[in-house]
């Protein structure tokens, strides 16, 4: 009994731990995260989230909720009084197929926004535009969240 208890518990403990056990898709896997919620909401408002349930694959870079509320006063609340321009952010946050930190070429990349964000690499510390990659491959079914610790504004 004491081993199917230990079992069950370690089986709870990583499908928690680890929602690509459960067969997530990114919106699931950044709502089981912690430091998510703001953007998981921002998707749900744009109506972006089901879009990014489908098969995909996407790279996400994804603001943590700290860089949500880096944003200048008034920008949030104005972005989701407009969903278009709150589309419009996310999307740019967006990369098409799933592209893990050991893969990014340096440079400029397309998001599916249609504008180009600028990725480096220096030993391994990525950023994108001005943000940094504060954790890497958070690995999901139709693709990849690379958090951020900077919401990325298109010009």
């Known amino acids: 009994m004491k081993k199917l208890l230990t079992a069950f518990f370690a089986l709870a403990f990583f499908s928690a731990a680890c929602p690509l056990a459960l067969g997530a898709d990114v919106v699931a896997t950044a709502a089981a995260g912690t430091s998510f919620k703001t953007f998981v909401k921002a998707l749900q408002e744009a109506g972006l ?3 990014l349930k489908g098969p995909g694959p996407f790279t996400i870079f994804a603001p943590t909720d700290s860089a949500f509320s880096k944003l200048p006063e008034g920008t949030w609340d104005a972005l989701v009084k407009d969903k278009v321009k709150l589309a419009q952010v996310l999307t740019y946050h967006i990369l098409p197929g799933k592209t893990l930190v050991a893969e990014f070429k340096p440079g400029q990349n397309k998001t599916i926004q249609g504008d180009m964000v600028n990725i480096l690499s220096d030993n391994g510390k990525i950023t994108v535009n001005n943000a940094n990659v504060i954790q890497s491959d958070i690995v999901a ?9 900077t919401v990325l504004l298109p010009k």
């Open 141 to 149: 079914d139709n693709g990849v969240i690379q958090a951020i610790d």
């Open 49 to 51: 989230a089901d879009t």
